[in-house]
């Protein structure tokens, strides 16, 4: 079909609560770089860290990109293509996810996407589906098999099983044959957790979520310490964070003295960055990771890393081809219109709804 030259789309032009959030019928279709193709959206999903960006998370990063359009992950079709683009036919139904910092992202009718970045949609699951898996599914596979290594009977703890980005590592590493998964899950996600990713009773811990910072994921952590005391975890993946209570280091404790690793998707990278400027926060950054790793090897012998998601064709490949093979179910998803994005940003936050936020235009 035709392409308009303007479209619809939900802009924030200055970072704040959820009424920042406006949608616009004049914004310009994005152009199209050689590698890169125009997907009209069929679903893109509300994050967190669209949440957080629209707060003013990382603002020394995002501001330059103002006026943002956020939305991370897209399910859609192709409808034009860049000089270069070949891989899909004008008409392709495609998924993926794009950069942390792509300023024009899929909560809108257009995106642009690099093509490198898209897989064939899984003809199974629908465009709501589909748009909530691939930033969250790339954010675990980055962080298990990139950064940590997890190896073929290995064992896997998670803690925030109860995520997406939690549910879809469990399910990740159990397709690369993990020899055990367990996690802590927050109390209302735990009946959730337990169907979907029939993750055994005494292999989930739950914390109360209302307490999450204030001790409660450190204690449930603990309990799990002295369970599994006599046998360590390979890999600890920890979706949390370390708030005040250094969860970090009982999540260490758990882990093989020598070969274990500790991944956090809570780094510090983008709060330094907020604070201190792109340059100095960066660099700071940098001293604050190595002073970590040197503090877990001494104290706990451990190696500890943060990770951070990136786009890997391969990857999304793979993640296309267990979605079709039926080894990767999607997360429950609660379709929004792209009309209400405001509303979906309140319902992000609150993580009072069922599911995954998907945004339809
Ligand atoms: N470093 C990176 O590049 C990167 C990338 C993506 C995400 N992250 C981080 O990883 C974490 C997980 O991200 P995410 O996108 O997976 O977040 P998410 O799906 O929104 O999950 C966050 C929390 O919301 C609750 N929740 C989620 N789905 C639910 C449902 N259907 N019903 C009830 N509660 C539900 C769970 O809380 P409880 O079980 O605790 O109650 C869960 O731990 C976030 O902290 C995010 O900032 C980091």
Sequence with gaps: GRVPSTMRAAVVRAFGGPEVVRVATDVPVPRLAPDEVLVRVAAASVSPLDA?????YARALYAPMLPLILGRDVSGEVVARGDNARAFPIGAQVFGALSPVQPRGAHAEFVAVTEAHLAPKPKTWTHAQAAAVPFAALTAWRALFTDAHLKKGERLLINGLGSTVGGLAAQLAR?????????????????????SLGIENDHMWTYDEKNARDGSVLKSLNAAAEHFAWEPFDVALDLV???????????ARLLRRGQGRLVTAHGDLARLVGEFGVARGAAAASVELARKKVLFRVNEDVSYTWSVMRQDAEAMRRIGEYACEGVLIP???ETMALADAADAHRATEAGTTPGKIVLEP
């Excluded at 964070?241 to 999540?251: F, P, V």
């Design 331 to 333: 997360p429950r998803v």
């Design 175 to 195: 397709a690369k044959g993990a020899a055990a998964v367990a996690g802590s899950v927050g109390k209302r996600s735990r009946a959730r957790v337990a169907e």
């Design 52 to 56: 957080r960006v629209r707060a003013g």
């Design 241 to 251: 964070g370390d708030g005040k209570k250094n969860s970090e280091r009982t999540l």
